[in-house]
Protein backbone atom coordinates (compact mmCIF):
# COMPACT_ATOMS: atom_id res chain seq x y z
CA UNK A 1 0.00 0.00 0.00
CA UNK A 2 0.99 2.66 -0.94
CA UNK A 3 0.04 6.46 1.41
CA UNK A 4 -0.21 9.92 0.66
CA UNK A 5 0.96 12.84 2.31
CA UNK A 6 -2.21 14.65 2.67
CA UNK A 7 -0.36 17.63 1.73
CA UNK A 8 -0.72 15.74 -2.09
CA UNK A 9 -2.66 16.67 -5.01
CA UNK A 10 -4.40 14.06 -6.54
CA UNK A 11 -3.07 15.65 -9.50
CA UNK A 12 0.51 15.18 -8.11
CA UNK A 13 -0.41 11.33 -7.10
CA UNK A 14 -1.54 10.83 -10.85
CA UNK A 15 1.68 11.78 -11.88
CA UNK A 16 3.43 8.92 -9.80
CA UNK A 17 1.17 5.85 -11.00
CA UNK A 18 1.32 3.58 -13.72
CA UNK A 19 -0.12 5.00 -17.25
CA UNK A 20 -3.72 2.87 -16.51
CA UNK A 21 -4.12 4.55 -13.56
CA UNK A 22 -3.08 8.18 -13.87
CA UNK A 23 -6.84 9.69 -13.88
CA UNK A 24 -7.58 11.89 -11.56
CA UNK A 25 -11.10 10.67 -11.72
CA UNK A 26 -9.93 7.14 -11.31
CA UNK A 27 -8.25 7.98 -7.92
CA UNK A 28 -11.19 10.27 -7.01
CA UNK A 29 -13.64 6.86 -7.53
CA UNK A 30 -11.37 4.53 -6.01
CA UNK A 31 -10.67 6.69 -2.91
CA UNK A 32 -14.75 7.92 -2.62
CA UNK A 33 -15.82 3.70 -2.90
CA UNK A 34 -13.17 2.68 -0.62
CA UNK A 35 -15.20 5.46 2.06
CA UNK A 36 -18.24 4.34 1.48
CA UNK A 37 -17.33 0.54 1.53
CA UNK A 38 -16.47 1.21 5.39
CA UNK A 39 -18.52 4.17 6.18
CA UNK A 40 -16.69 6.97 6.41
CA UNK A 41 -17.18 10.34 5.50
CA UNK A 42 -15.23 12.36 2.43
CA UNK A 43 -12.95 14.85 5.34
CA UNK A 44 -10.85 11.61 5.54
CA UNK A 45 -10.03 10.77 1.80
CA UNK A 46 -6.33 11.52 3.23
CA UNK A 47 -6.13 8.56 5.28
CA UNK A 48 -7.00 5.81 2.20
CA UNK A 49 -3.99 4.33 1.16
CA UNK A 50 -4.26 3.13 -2.59
CA UNK A 51 -2.02 0.17 -3.77
CA UNK A 52 -0.07 0.74 -6.72
CA UNK A 53 -2.30 -0.40 -9.34
CA UNK A 54 -5.35 0.79 -7.45
CA UNK A 55 -6.67 -2.65 -7.13
CA UNK A 56 -7.09 -2.38 -3.14
CA UNK A 57 -6.93 0.35 -0.90
CA UNK A 58 -6.99 0.54 3.22
CA UNK A 59 -8.14 2.98 5.83
CA UNK A 60 -8.36 2.04 9.76
CA UNK A 61 -6.65 -1.05 9.64
CA UNK A 62 -9.39 -2.19 7.01
CA UNK A 63 -8.28 -3.66 3.39
CA UNK A 64 -10.90 -2.74 0.25
CA UNK A 65 -10.66 -4.50 -2.54
CA UNK A 66 -11.45 -2.30 -5.78
CA UNK A 67 -12.47 -2.99 -9.33
CA UNK A 68 -13.07 -1.20 -12.01
CA UNK A 69 -16.03 -2.19 -14.04
CA UNK A 70 -17.13 -0.62 -17.84
CA UNK A 71 -20.74 -0.20 -17.54
CA UNK A 72 -21.06 1.24 -20.98
CA UNK A 73 -19.76 3.17 -23.56
CA UNK A 74 -18.38 6.02 -21.14
CA UNK A 75 -19.98 4.98 -17.88
CA UNK A 76 -17.23 3.41 -15.05
CA UNK A 77 -18.23 2.36 -11.56
CA UNK A 78 -15.87 1.02 -9.01
CA UNK A 79 -17.18 -1.74 -7.14
CA UNK A 80 -15.12 -2.03 -3.54
CA UNK A 81 -15.53 -4.93 -1.18
CA UNK A 82 -14.25 -5.99 2.05
CA UNK A 83 -13.54 -9.30 0.53
CA UNK A 84 -11.76 -10.05 -3.25
CA UNK A 85 -14.26 -10.55 -5.76
CA UNK A 86 -13.05 -13.25 -8.45
CA UNK A 87 -15.71 -12.42 -11.19
CA UNK A 88 -18.35 -10.05 -11.52
CA UNK A 89 -21.02 -10.66 -14.37
CA UNK A 90 -23.01 -7.31 -15.20
CA UNK A 91 -26.56 -7.92 -16.46
CA UNK A 92 -28.50 -5.00 -18.25
CA UNK A 93 -31.95 -5.22 -17.58
CA UNK A 94 -34.77 -3.16 -19.73
CA UNK A 95 -37.45 -1.88 -17.57
CA UNK A 96 -40.76 -1.09 -19.31
Keep these: MTHYPPEFKASTIAKMLP???RSVRALAKEIEATL???GAGLRR????RLSP????????GVTVHTCRLALADGCVATL???APVGRVRLE????A
Excluded: Y
Design 92 to 95: ERIL
Design 19 to 21: PQS
Design 45 to 48: AAEV
Design 53 to 60: LLMSAAID
Design 80 to 82: ATR
Design 36 to 38: KTV
